[in-house]
């Protein structure tokens, strides 16, 4: 089955009716795609919780309109809008060239669960326009990840999470509300980095999470992931897609009977067709190759 991308829905001139929706979970954040209409308004438009939209295409000029002020902006790829919870617009109107965008919503609740009580709310600013490559970059890896079904698994999709909670605590809201950064982060000492390999090592074929991890090692999942760069010199996600590969590459040289596919799920990849992405990306070759090299 093809992987759904977002240049696989429609555009629409109502900038009301989502495209498409994945609400909030124990490992990602609530994302909805929403058309960016090339000829369209809407009244009365509130965002009652703080949130993102990042554009994936689509371009032109758009009006906001509060009271008795009209602002003009305009909209482009990866152009980022970030509003405060409460924020309202009497008339907004659009014209240009239609597209799509992601929306992330930060109800407190998501907030709390996704940082473990670390980060009780995000109190975003509003800002327009706004142009952050990390930002858009998460977020729409994350739109994909979560419209796919999560394929990379909870620690992905949660790493992704945390990392653009991060980012948006660190520049984008008051000082009174962003994540507590330690003074060093540190790294584990001998014992604890061979507990935390040995644990990924003995689940492999388990949906890992970013919670459990950082329960093994007594940190919050923000310190954790922090400490874990710093020690393993990759975030966790990578290092526990690493670690697979390499198994599925010594499990496809001894288990000549076995199938690809079984392999694959014993190793914690979605599908065949998931590890094979994954060996011809970061290997250069895929399972058949390796298979015959046995």
Known sequence: ???????????????TAPLAHCAASTCCLPITVFPIPGEGEIERDLHPTPRIFVAHDGSGRRWYQLGARTRELHTAPRMIEIYEGGLSFDHCQWEGGAGRCVMVEFADADVQAMTHG??????LRTRHELFDERISGITLELAEEALNGLPNGRLYAQGLCV????????????AAHTLPVAASAGRFGPPMRR??????????GADLSLARLAD??????H??????????????????QQRRLEAAVAALQRQGRRSIADIALDHGFASQAHMTDLMRRHLGVTPRAVRQRE
């Open 163 to 174: 990392a653009l909670i991060g980012a948006l605590a660190t520049h984008h809201a008051p």
């Open 1 to 15: 089955m093809d992987a759904v991308r977002l240049d696989d829905f429609p555009t629409s001139n109502d900038p």
């Open 216 to 221: 093994e090692a007594g940190l919050s999942v």
């Open 223 to 240: 310190h954790f992931v922090r400490v874990f760069k710093a020690t393993f010199g990759t975030t966790p996600h990578r290092y526990v």
């Open 118 to 123: 670390e980060l009780q709310r995000l109190e």
């Open 195 to 204: 507990r935390l390999a040995d644990m990924i090592g003995s689940n492999l």
